[in-house]
Structure formats: structure tokens, C-alpha cells
């Protein structure tokens, strides 16, 4: 069955450092998220992407995030100077979606990111 | 805005008693709900989802629940827990307004006792 894969499953970084995160989608899918989910916490949602660009983003996505879809098949999340706050668990997603019903958003393993 | 409260950080049943994990939602247009499950150290798998069809939702490994508009609930039951039923449970809400954007509750971990 086909599944959404994330890499690295643990990354240390040191406070400013930039760290990409990096994600490979269902093949025939379309949408693609972000979510975070801080020790403790609830999944955050902090960027949908479709077509090659952001369709929403939340406020936790501020100018230190970045998304790209750099060569058809890796969905990634970059954070360009990363802060202790960004430590969390990071979580792909990706969705179908068909017009008309609420596709299954199918979500990776995680990446958990520890800044230290 | 749409949320989900999820009641209970924490609930155990004995093996083989039934399971509730509760779930209300808070939502101005008709929602789509979802209920995902998160084994230790692994991502989120969906359990089932509600998408204005049946109220009565049958998901994988035995679990049901229920939408109740009138409630504004959509609790997940299990007739009977087994040992590896132990996990994070986490209800979400998407609109369906072409943004599905899903927003989580805080989640429940469920425990099994022998």
C-alpha cells in the first residue's frame, strides 16, 4: 500500500541553524501538509500546498518557513534559523482529493526535530 | 472558527470493556470529523471519518462512532478493548468548503489493563 515517507525520523540542530525537512507524498496526490505537534501538544496545522504554491497557511507559519516541491516527488519544509520553540514532531500529510468529499489526508511517520 | 474538544487526556478500561473516547466539535458550517490513532513512535493512521452520509461511522480494528448534530458530538466506541488498542487517540474537524485544513483536538491516550 502506497504511504507518505519522511526523512530524516530525528534531526538535532543547534539554535539558528537552518534545517530542511523532507517528505516523499502519495505519488498521485495532489495536496500536501505540514502539521507540527509539540511535546504534550495537539497537531498544529501550519501549511497546505497545492498546484506549487501555499494555499493557506497558519500563524505559526511565519517568514522562518518555507515550503517547496522542488523536483515532482519531495515535499519539503525549511526553517531557516530554527529556535528552541521549533522543537517538535513534524508531520507530512497528503491528500487526493477528490471534488466533492472529504479525502483522507494520509500522514507520514514524523520527523522529530530537537533544537538544541 | 472550527475546534474539537476531546474530554479525558487520559482513559483506561480493562480488556475486553468497552471503549469511549469522547469527542465534541464546534463548527458554523456542516463539518467533516475525523477520528486518526497514533502509536508510539509512529505517525497518524485514520481510524474513520464522517462525511455526511451515515451518522453511524464503522472504521478499522472494530471501532465505530457516532455523529449526533444535536450534541455536536462524535464519540468513538469499541465493544470490546484489546491490548493493542493502547494508543493516542485524536479526534479532528475539517470544513468542507474546499479548505480541509484539518484542526485536532488534544488527544486521548488510551491505556488497556490486563
Known amino acids: 500500500e502506497p504511504e507518505v515517507t519522511q526523512t530524516p525520523s530525528h534531526q538535532v540542530t543547534q539554535m539558528g541553524q537552518e534545517v530542511i525537512l523532507r517528505c516523499v507524498p502519495i505519488?498521485?496526490?495532489?495536496?500536501f501538509y505540514w502539521y507540527r505537534q509539540i511535546l504534550g501538544q495537539k497537531v498544529e496545522f501550519l501549511v497546505s500546498f497545492y498546484n506549487n504554491e501555499i494555499s493557506e497557511k497558519s500563524e505559526i507559519f511565519d517568514d522562518q518557513f518555507s515550503v517547496e516541491r522542488p523536483d515532482g516527488s519531495n515535499f519539503t519544509l525549511k526553517i531557516r534559523s530554527t529556535k528552541l520553540e521549533d522543537s517538535a514532531m513534524y508531520f507530512c500529510?497528503?491528500?487526493?482529493?477528490?471534488?466533492?468529499?472529504?479525502?483522507?489526508?494520509?500522514f507520514g511517520p514524523g520527523t522529530r526535530l530537537t533544537v538544541l | 472558527a472550527q475546534s474539537v474538544t476531546q474530554l479525558g487526556s487520559h482513559v483506561s478500561v480493562s480488556e475486553g470493556a468497552l471503549v469511549l473516547l469522547r469527542c465534541n466539535y464546534s463548527s458554523s458550517v456542516p463539518p467533516y470529523l475525523f477520528w486518526y490513532v497514533q502509536y508510539p513512535n509512529q505517525g497518524l493512521q485514520l481510524l474513520l471519518k464522517?462525511?455526511?452520509?451515515?451518522?453511524l461511522v464503522k472504521g478499522i480494528n472494530g471501532f465505530e462512532a457516532e455523529f449526533k448534530k444535536s450534541e455536536t458530538s462524535f464519540h468513538l466506541t469499541k465493544p470490546s478493548a484489546h491490548m493493542s488498542d493502547a494508543a493516542e487517540y485524536f479526534c479532528a474537524v475539517s470544513d468542507n468548503f474546499g479548505n480541509e485544513k484539518l484542526t485536532f483536538g488534544t488527544g486521548t491516550r488510551l491505556t488497556i489493563i490486563p
Open positions: 505519488s498521485n496526490h495532489l495536496y
Open positions: 500529510a497528503s491528500q487526493a482529493r477528490d471534488r466533492g468529499r472529504a479525502d483522507t489526508q494520509y
Open positions: 464522517y462525511t455526511s452520509a451515515a451518522t
